[in-house]
DNA sequence: GTCTATAATAAGATAGAC
DNA sequence: GTCTATCTTATTATAGAC
């Protein structure tokens, strides 16, 4: 049904499709709330009624954006855990769930097909501002994978209950979406710079034991002294 | 200078403090950007013109509102760190230095003074809007402390690289601000309720483990498969 | 499909009476 | 100190010519 080329000013099919790669830029950038549709009309270069013509309203191109991006990073995290356990004997190790979990994203990242790269923290704004635009709209996204991840990691520590484990998860999402909204916010710990902050691959490098061990980790006693039970089978120290 | 109590409409000296626990209740639910004069000025039940006349500015109050409860927290958080290291002969094992961090900022949230208790939210949504209202405001804030915490936490982990110790306190960081952000971001990762979500002492006993296991991993193989070296002391790992 | 022009709303800030 | 009324600005969204 769309255009193939015809009389229109500008070239014509892509107006679209540079409105979406601006608007993505802009939000990685600022945040959702923050972009203004003008903004984003001009870093397209497209005029400030095509977003209504061609999405219908900012909400709706904001979940446009994510839909995008979100949606096959999620299939992907959630075929290459399939694929990593179909190649297993026995349960996965919690590095190379954590692998699943984040590798996906860091490809995404480099595409070269995708303009600006840094697909990564268009995903941590998005959990930077879950009340703002995707109260409801995030949760259907990621709750499929979630509990796809949540089963394989507790098949990795299955003396871990349940609860404990849904926290741990619930930290882990909590790091990697901080780390991925990036810039603004690591200023705030050094006083140098944190070095290869632009590195996805060696922030991927640094996060993976720091997560595998927070997810290992020993309970916390249950209010008094008494010795902390090991949670996970802890593959690498085991004694 | 202020006003006693004099022939105004309403009670009087009070203006300024209603303001305050309006905008702050209302920037815990709502985050900074997303919270309107009006929203703020309706819940105080003060006039509109009130905010401007007290603090000069939108941005301003913000400032108010995160000032008056960082300031404390972080010398309480230090000071109570200075305590532990006074106390103790050698360095502190990494999970008094997160209790450093993370009781005061507990004890804030449960002080009966402070109306609606839950502090904590206020903190995780200054770190969850870096951008928008404290670009330069929270760094000067936190900075001391974290140069503080860095210090200690290097004194644990003597073997720990510096660079390696930096990324470790931002995943730390990330996941405490995504934890105290709370409520939105809970319902993504699980299909159940995680368990006693409202209760901060709860989230602090199990963050503790996690985050400690998480400074004290073992750094990742450089970028082949050689063995891992032990980034830590390890206290209660060491072999 | 694209554009100009404009409507409709909501925001932060101020002036001036009381 | 407080209030009403208003200004200015910035936003999203639309109507209608081309």
Known sequence: MASVGRSGPKPGVETRERLLAAAESLFMEQGFRSTSLREITARAKVNLAAVNY???????????????????????????????????????????????????????????????????????????????????????????????????????????PESELVWRMHFTFGAIAYVMAGDDALQLVASCQAPEADNPEAIVRRLVPFLAAGLQAPTAPPLDGSPPTLAGTLPRRAA
């Open 54 to 160: 061609h999405f219908g309203s900012k909400d709706a191109l904001v979940r446009e954006v994510l839909q995008r991006r979100l949606g096959p990073l999620n299939e992907a995290r959630v075929q290459y855990l399939d694929r990593l356990e179909a190649e297993a004997s026995g349960p996965l190790p919690v590095e190379r769930i954590l692998e699943a979990l984040l590798l996906p994203a860091l490809r995404l990242s480099r595409n070269p097909l995708e303009h600006g790269s840094t697909v990564l923290r268009l995903l941590g704004r998005a959990f930077s501002e879950p009340g703002d635009y995707m109260k409801d709209f995030l949760p259907d996204q990621y709750r499929v994978a979630a509990r796809r991840f949540q089963q394989a990691l507790g098949r990795a520590m299955p003396h871990l």
